[in-house]
């Protein structure tokens, strides 16, 4: 059983930051890759940042240069560092993670936190 726990959402101003955590935990897992996605109400859900193992961070062309994607290996974390907010950003941001069982691949989903970037 995989767990992903997020948490640092909130209510925030359009210019303001915040940042996100990435939880996992479980067994049996390893853990390839991290990412975040976002959905907005009546949109569909879109990647927003990952990390992969051995790779360079990968962002959605609309978050380069304000948010930045990070792990911390040994907590088995993801951040998300979010800058420069914009009302654009508000959605429901999603902790991902894809690795491997010993038989197989796998993929997990966090339950989600909600960014509100309003004046």
């Known amino acids: 059983q995989v767990q992903l726990v997020e948490s640092g959402g909130g209510l925030v101003q359009p210019g303001g930051s915040l940042r996100l955590s990435c939880a996992a935990s479980?067994?049996?897992?390893?853990?390839?890759?991290m990412g975040w996605y976002r959905q907005a109400p009546g949109k569909q859900r879109e990647l927003v940042a990952t990390?992969?193992?051995?790779?360079?961070?990968k962002y959605a062309d609309s978050v380069k240069g304000r948010f930045t994607i990070s792990r911390d290996y040994a907590k088995n974390t993801a951040y998300l560092q979010m800058n420069s907010l914009k009302p654009d950003d508000t959605a429901v941001y999603y902790c991902?993670?894809?690795?491997?069982?010993?038989w197989g691949r796998g993929e997990h989903w966090g339950q989600g936190t909600q960014v509100t970037v309003s004046s």
């Open positions: 991902n993670a894809k690795g491997d069982y010993e």
């Open positions: 479980g067994i049996m897992f390893t853990i390839n890759a």
């Open positions: 990390i992969t193992n051995g790779d360079s961070p």
